[in-house]
């Protein structure tokens, strides 16, 4: 079993944790962050892997603290920076010039045709100022002082109308106001609404693991499949979902129907449902429970779909598991959708995900208590 340490006292533990949470600067709050986990009784090796240090550096800091106290948390890099900026200028491997060249590059893809990063930078560089070596870091640097950052791509579908979209997201909140207005003794409300597919086809993601050890999942595909029909009031956070066998006309009147005694949807109280246009949603065959009204996204964009934030959610529970059947898959997921439906914080965390600016409901809705 690994030896646990004792810190000295210069501080105490809630000073320590203090230091850890107000720490305008990263290494300082990692150095204090490992400290008061050693203070609370895990061992340095632990406590390295847990704030993300090796474990030699991270003795180093405990012991320095021991000896020394506090000033050695310090980020001593940052004192030598700032005084050489006060006292000089800070060096430069591009000019100007150069540098408006790079920002020129970066627009389009590098010669090796794939995508920029920080090692390729760092060549062009070097190909650019002649010198014979410049450090990968210092690519990434100049990546972040060209005004980059390291983004994933939001799909936007080539037949997309931008203007369409843009009207939209214009015309919402001119809709509701209409429907206010025709309705004028009804609660008005805004809701989204889409469907999610799952089944036994396995889900990957990357998940915190520690360092040194590769974590695994079980895999084994099928296609079995189960869809969550998911509503979702972007201004209060509050959902409604359901587990469901197929998607079409027949089991989305029956979505439809039992939304709308959930809801309470009646003529004093309008639901102002928004869906995309698959072939089923747009089916003369759909029947609307009284208090709904539909209104249809423009053609392929999802973007615009607030709904489409849920999966995030609906989908943790299921990633990186294995399930036998799809009926130990459904338990779970009933069970992470209940939990998404009741608990507090995580209606707050689906407002702060689909309350999209564009939507205006604060300004629609003023009275209203979103905070749950």
């Excluded at 490992?34 to 405990?62: C, D, N, P, T």
């Excluded at 909140?173 to 206010?180: D, E, G, L, R």
């Excluded at 050890?213 to 979902?241: C, D, K, M, S």
């Excluded at 949807?265 to 869906?275: D, R, T, W």
Aim: glycine residues 6%; aromatic residues 12%.
């Amino acid at each position: 079993m690994p030896r646990k340490v004792t810190l000295a006292p210069h501080l105490t533990l809630r000073q320590i944790q203090e230091n850890y949470h107000n720490s305008k600067d990263t290494v300082e709050s990692r150095r204090w962050h490992l400290l008061w986990k050693v203070g609370i009784g895990w061992s340095i090796k632990k406590s390295a892997i847990s704030v993300g240090l090796s474990y030699e550096y991270a003795r180093r800091v405990v012991k320095r603290y021991n000896e020394e106290g506090e000033a050695t948390v310090t980020n001593q890099h940052n004192r030598t920076r700032n005084y050489q900026t006060a006292t000089r200028p800070k060096h430069s491997l591009l000019n100007r010039e150069q540098l408006q060249k790079l920002k020129g590059a970066l627009r389009s893809r590098p010669d090796d045709g794939g995508i920029w990063t920080g090692p390729k930078v760092a060549r062009w560089m070097e190909k650019e100022t002649g010198r014979e070596k410049i450090h990968d870091q210092r690519g990434w640097e100049y990546l972040k002082k060209c005004g980059y950052s390291w983004k994933v791509p939001r799909p936007s579908h080539k037949k997309g109308d931008p203007q369409e979209q843009q009207e939209f997201k214009e015309t919402y909140p001119v809709k509701i106001k209409t429907i206010q207005e025709q309705h004028p003794g009804a609660e008005v409300q805004g809701w989204f609404f889409d469907e999610h597919r799952v089944g036994l086809k396995p889900i990957l993601r990357r998940v915190w693991s520690p360092i040194g050890e590769q974590p695994t999942a079980v895999v084994h595909h099928r296609y079995e499949w189960l869809y969550i029909y998911a509503f979702v009031n972007p201004q209060t956070g509050e959902t409604h979902f359901y587990l469901i066998p197929r998607v079409n006309v027949t089991w989305l009147n029956k979505v439809f129907e039992a939304f709308a005694l959930d809801v309470g949807a009646s003529e004093e109280k309008i639901i102002f449902l928004v869906e995309d246009r698959a072939g089923w949603h747009r089916s003369e065959r759909v029947v609307l429970p009284t208090g709904m009204i539909t209104e249809y996204l423009p053609p392929y964009s999802p973007e615009l779909q607030t709904a489409e934030r849920l999966w995030q959610l609906t989908d943790e529970p299921l990633v990186n598991e294995y399930f036998e059947t799809l009926e130990e898959l459904e338990e779970v997921l009933a069970q992470r959708c209940c939990f998404l439906q009741e608990d507090p914080q995580m209606r707050e965390q689906i407002r702060n995900l689909t309350n999209f600016h564009w939507l205006k409901l604060d300004e629609l809705f003023p009275a209203c208590e979103h905070r749950i």
